[in-house]
Structures are given as structure tokens and as C-alpha cells.
């Protein structure tokens, strides 16, 4: 039996790693730059524009920085195709 997406712990990010976000760079490869896809209500998800790397973010409405997040699966790994 494998373990699903669902199955697996999800692993916060660090606060370097929001701190990175919050720059506009990935806290993975240091690329400036991210592809915005599905949100709701406090959360948006996005991709590194250099790695691909994925992650879901919640931020502060008011000041629009990301406050937590964690990583989730890149569309090469099962992850969703935002280009619907």
C-alpha cells in the first residue's frame, strides 16, 4: 500500500522559510518570483518560478504577509494543474 498526499504529515515551514517568502523568493532556490494559483479565504497556493517547488500559504488580510505555510505536492508529483 503507498501513502497518499492526504496520508502524510504535513511539515510546516519554518519561519526562515515564511521570512523568504515574504521576500518574494523561494526559501528553496532563491528565485524571485511565483505563479499564483488556488486561493480561498485566507489561502493561496503558489509556485517557485524557477524549482516548482509548491506551497500553501496563509496570510494577514490586511498586510497580505504570509504568516504560516506548508509545502504540497508539484504537478510532476500528483499535484493539481492550475491551468484549468
Avoid: Y
Wanted: hydrophobic content about 30%; proline content about 4%.
Amino acid at each position: 500500500m503507498t501513502e497518499t498526499d492526504k496520508d502524510k504529515p504535513t511539515e510546516m515551514l519554518s519561519a526562515e522559510a515564511i521570512n523568504k517568502l515574504n521576500t518574494g523568493h523561494c526559501p528553496d532556490c532563491d528565485h524571485r518570483g511565483f505563479v499564483l494559483g488556488p486561493r480561498g479565504g485566507s489561502s493561496i497556493n503558489i509556485e517557485c518560478g524557477g524549482c516548482g517547488n509548491r506551497f500553501n500559504v496563509a496570510q494577514f488580510s490586511t498586510s497580505h504577509h504570509f504568516v504560516m505555510g506548508h509545502r504540497i505536492a508539484k504537478q510532476s508529483e500528483g499535484g493539481a494543474d492550475w491551468t484549468l
